[in-house]
């Protein structure tokens, strides 16, 4: 318990010093409900993308084929290994069908929170891996991949 509250500390410490936009969403732990801890996250993430994110839980990289090309050979280095070349799934699910093993992946919200906080089985915390705005280009990639039905893909409401 003391390691929570001190992690929690730490957090609200961080958040008070650093010179960040007001959020408008929170971020929690896919599996544990727990409020993330963005201080973990690696350094250069905190773009003007990221910022807008952080406002409305849309990924302002969505559609941006540039950003579709990085975060494809962001995906391809870090991802396709257990989600396959082509988001097919392997070792871990699908990402390019409609099927979501945790539903909130149907927004990008949701998607955020799983690639920063780990989910169940294999899938860590890719916040070692990656920063916040590499996430968003990663989570761009598959974004435009996606085979599945539009009605069912969150992010495309508007």
């Not at 891996?129 to 598959?142: C, G, P, S, W, Y």
Request: aromatic letters at 10%; one cysteine or more; proline letters at 4%.
């Amino acid at each position: 318990m003391t390691f929570k509250r001190t992690c929690l500390a730490a957090f609200v410490l961080g958040a008070l010093l650093l010179p960040t936009a007001q959020a408008d969403i929170t971020l929690h732990n896919a599996i544990t409900g727990e409020a993330l801890d963005l201080s973990f996250a690696k350094k250069g993430g905190n773009t003007e993308a990221f910022k807008q994110f952080m406002q409305d839980g849309k990924n302002p990289y969505n559609g941006n084929q540039d950003a579709v090309a990085k975060g494809k050979s962001l995906y391809m280095t870090g991802c396709s290994g257990c989600h396959g070349h082509e988001a097919e799934g392997k070792l871990g699910p699908g990402l390019a069908d409609d099927y979501w093993t945790y539903p909130r992946n149907a927004t990008d919200h949701g998607l955020f929170e799983l690639l920063f906080g780990g989910a169940n089985g294999m899938m860590g915390p890719q916040y070692v891996n990656f920063n916040t705005d590499e996430m968003l280009q990663i989570m761009a990639f598959i974004r435009d991949i996606y085979n599945g039905d539009p009605k069912k893909a969150k992010w495309l409401n508007k």
